[in-house]
T-cell receptor, first 116, second 112 residues
Framework: EAGVAQSPRYKIIEKRQSVAFWCNPISGHATLYWYQQILGQGPKLLIQFQNNGVVDDSQLPKDRFSAERLKGVDSTLKIQPAKLEDSAVYLC??????????????FGPGTRLLVL | KQEVTQIPAALSVPEGENLVLNCSFTDSAIYNLQWFRQDPGKGLTSLLLIQSSQREQTSGRLNASLDKSSGRSTLYIAASQPGDSATYLCAAYTSGTYKYIFGTGTRLKVLA
């Protein structure tokens, strides 16, 4: 079974520029998550989708971050404009259940973003 | 508000040692607790998931225990190997937040 795919793997941009990340979850997984992991910290949930609906986006900085899940499959996360403090690894994860409950999540390799 | 702490932040041991990684959480109202492994430049891999009704889970050389009353979980690694070198993260799924709250991780290095 193919795992969670993410692209690009690395991205370097200047502050105030925009950037987009893409995630393709494991086939058939109903729930998709985007996490932000700042160096030396644990991942922090930014947004959770169930199929193509948003379940939790309480920690998403909505003035600059946006995310969508196309037809309940692929997802994109966008930052516009980027700030220095957005430098982090952005992890995408998926889980099979439609309830988005306490089940095992499968993580992609992440996109490492550096904002200069 | 759930807070998850992992001690130590870093650990270096010789090959063959048995070791214990610690995870503490402030809110005992959890559904489960997971231990993950993260290799440099890679995502997280789930190692063990302990349901709130369970005391421990085992997989190969790994054993994780959960004590909700004291707000602690430990990950025991037997006969450590250089291939075990990675960062180990614990995450608690809390009834109040309905999401996983992660600790900051323990960076383990096993020396050959």
């Amino acid at each position: 079974e193919a795992g969670v795919a993410q692209s690009p793997r690395y991205k370097i941009i200047e502050k105030r520029q925009s950037v987009a990340f893409w995630c393709n979850p494991i086939s058939g997984h109903a729930t998709l998550y985007w996490y932000q992991q700042i160096l030396g910290q644990g991942p922090k949930l930014l947004i959770q989708f169930q199929n193509n609906g948003v379940v939790d986006d309480s920690q998403l900085p909505k003035d600059r971050f946006s995310a969508e899940r196309l037809k309940g499959v692929d997802s994109t996360l966008k930052i516009q404009p980027a700030k220095l403090e957005d430098s982090a690894v952005y992890l995408c994860a998926s889980s099979p259940g439609a309830s988005g409950g306490p089940e095992t999540q499968y993580f992609g390799p992440g996109t490492r973003l550096l904002v200069l | 508000k759930q807070e998850v702490t992992q001690i130590p932040a870093a650990l270096s041991v010789p090959e063959g040692e048995n070791l214990v990684l610690n995870c503490s959480f402030t809110d005992s109202a959890i559904y489960n607790l997971q231990w993950f492994r993260q290799d440099p430049g890679k995502g997280l891999t789930s190692l063990l998931l302990i349901q709130s009704s369970q005391r421990e889970q085992t997989s190969g050389r790994l054993n994780a225990s959960l004590d909700k009353s004291s707000g602690r979980s430990t990950l025991y690694i037997a006969a450590s190997q250089p291939g075990d070198s990675a960062t180990y993260l614990c995450a608690a799924y809390t009834s109040g937040t309905y999401k996983y709250i992660f600790g900051t991780g323990t960076r383990l290095k096993v020396l050959a």
